[in-house]
Each structure stands twice: as structure tokens, then as C-alpha cells.
């Protein structure tokens, strides 16, 4: 067993999670090994970051006479809950589902030695209705939450693919000025739940004529991806305003517009270096970066390694 939490002013020493600005820290300790929460409240959505750092196993009981509703994540480690209604659910690293719990009673086993990262996104029924009325799955999840049972959105917890993980990560690092978080989460999130309720469509979310758009924006960043394009500029093009734009993009092609415009010219790059009689500064011209530093750090981040080291590896053309 642990003493009950504690609100503590800074993060544990060797704490191993993501530093969230602005959140309240709750932390409990005990024979077990030790939890550290990041509670993050923001406008009418709260955000809970647990870690669990064990010491042997433990089977940790979670109580809450208040409803839930919303994501549960699960970032790092295997999980298995005991929840009422659903009998063992097994999270594996990685995967995530929605769920309406009236009453929040469960169990969870955690292994010892083991690091467990999980994050839960507690929502309001307004905050949802939208996703609920326009997808399948969502009508059934309706018809519980307002016969006050529980419900999962997906029978079995759904793996989060590149877009779901990039927006956790972007959610979690949240840099910016502090007066403009409330409304990056608020679209965050939204844009999550766009990817996990549209997960449980089995026919394709975007209409033809649209993909066909988004086709031939993909096509002209292909051909002039020297240019800067504008999220403006290439929405217009589909027809589009910017917000759906983007969703729209990421849901076809798996990333959004500006990160595909970067993937295009970083394997341009590379092709370019093939050629050892240019310099690493004509490549980054080439393909379209006005800072050499930007170029130099994209390249590396995308590769794992500099320009120049990857330029070594391709032999000297006679």
C-alpha cells in the first residue's frame, strides 16, 4: 500500500516522464515503488500524465465516485486492467481507447522493475457529441452513455499509429507562450479525437472528389517542393478551409502538409549528396532551405545523422 497523494512543488529526482508546463504534480510513494501525476486543467478538458516506477509487483486499485469520460493512453509498458463491465483489458504499449465509466472502480497489475507512462484526457459529453453524431461506432457509444452504462468505443484497445503518437508527443512538449496553450490543447485534442473515432470506420472517411484534391496538392509539392507554400495557399487549392485541410491531408497521407513537403526535400537532399561534387551548402539551397542550420538540423532528425557523414557512405562516381 501508499500514502494517499501528495501535491509536491517540482518533479521527483530520475523522474523518467515528459515535463508538462503548468500542471499540478501528485505524487504517493510506498514499498511498492512510487507514482507521479502531472494534472493539467484547461478549459473543460483535464489531462492526467501518470507514471508508475514499481519496485516489485503490485495490483494498485483506482477509485472515483465522479464519471469518466475519455482517452485512456497507454505510453509505455503492458498493462492489465480489472474494470467492471469489461472484465481483464489488456493495454499494450502504445494503444489507447475511448471510454464512458459512470462510476470509475478498477484494478491494474504492474510488474516489478518496470516503468509504466499512461495518459488520460477527461472530457465533457459537449466536448464529444460532434465525433459521436457523425461516426458508426459512435451512435452505440451514445445510446450507453445516456442509459448511463459502460462503453468503449473500440472492443479491443486500438495501436496508435504515426498521427495519433505525434499528437500526444505535441501535447506533452508544449513550448509556446503560456497564454496560447489552452487553445493549442483545445485543438489538439479535438484532432485526436478526429483520428480515434474515425479509426472505427471501415470504408474510406474522405469522399473521392476530395482525395482527388488532395492528390494534386500532394502532386505540386512533389514537383516544386522548393517553394514555400502557405496552408492557405494549398487549402485553396482543395477547395477547403485550412483546418479541414490539414485533417484531411493527415488522414490521406498520414502527416501533415508541411512535414510531407520536409520528407520530400530531405530524400531529395540525399539524392543530391549522391553526387560528391556538391557542397553540403548547394544541397540545402536545392532543395529549398534558405538557413543552412535548418537544413543540417532536419536532415539529422529525420536520418539519425549529419549531411556530411552521409555523404561518406556513397562511393566517388569515376
Known amino acids: 500500500m501508499f500514502k494517499p497523494f501528495r501535491q509536491i512543488p517540482a ?7 515528459p515535463v508538462i508546463r503548468t500542471s499540478t504534480i501528485l505524487f504517493a510513494k510506498g514499498n511498492f515503488g512510487r507514482v507521479t501525476c502531472q494534472r493539467l486543467v484547461s478549459g473543460p478538458f483535464e489531462i492526467w500524465h501518470s507514471v508508475y516506477e514499481t ?41 489507447c481507447n475511448f471510454y464512458y465509466q459512470p462510476l470509475l472502480d478498477g484494478t491494474v497489475d504492474l510488474q ?42 473500440h472492443p479491443a484497445p486500438l495501436q496508435m499509429g504515426f498521427a495519433l503518437k505525434g499528437i500526444i508527443n505535441e501535447i506533452l512538449g508544449f513550448t509556446s507562450a503560456i497564454d496560447r496553450q489552452d487553445l493549442f490543447l483545445k485543438i489538439k485534442i479535438h484532432e485526436f479525437l478526429f483520428y480515434l473515432f474515425s479509426a472505427s470506420v471501415p470504408t474510406d472517411p474522405i469522399k473521392p472528389e ?10 505540386m509539392i512533389e514537383q516544386n517542393y522548393t517553394q514555400h507554400f502557405t496552408i492557405r495557399l494549398l487549402a485553396r487549392k482543395c477547395g477547403m478551409n485550412t483546418t479541414s485541410f490539414k485533417i484531411a491531408f493527415k488522414t490521406a497521407f498520414g502527416m501533415a502538409p508541411f512535414e510531407y513537403l520536409i520528407e520530400t526535400r530531405l ?38 545523422a549529419t549531411p556530411g557523414q552521409i555523404k561518406k557512405t556513397f562511393p566517388i562516381e569515376p
Request: net charge positive.
Open 55 to 95: 519496485l516489485q509487483d503490485c495490483r494498485i486499485r483506482f477509485h472515483h465516485k465522479k464519471a469518466f469520460l475519455g482517452v485512456h493512453a497507454v505510453l509505455q509498458g503492458e498493462s492489465f486492467y480489472e474494470i467492471p463491465d469489461f472484465h481483464t483489458v489488456n493495454f499494450k504499449e502504445q494503444q
Open 210 to 219: 476530395i482525395r482527388d484534391r488532395l492528390g494534386e496538392v500532394k502532386k
Open 11 to 17: 518533479l521527483p529526482e530520475g523522474y523518467p516522464g
Open 267 to 304: 530524400h531529395m537532399a540525399v539524392e543530391l549528396l549522391r553526387k560528391r561534387d556538391l557542397s553540403i551548402q548547394r544541397v540545402a539551397d536545392a532543395v529549398g532551405y534558405k538557413s543552412f542550420g535548418s537544413f543540417i538540423k532536419a536532415f539529422k532528425r529525420k536520418f539519425g
Open 112 to 153: 516489478k522493475r518496470h516503468v509504466y507512462q499512461s495518459l488520460n484526457m477527461c472530457l465533457r459529453a459537449a466536448q464529444v457529441k460532434a465525433y459521436l453524431a457523425l461516426f458508426d461506432t459512435g451512435q452505440l457509444f451514445t445510446e450507453k452513455l445516456f442509459q448511463k452504462e459502460p462503453v468503449a468505443l
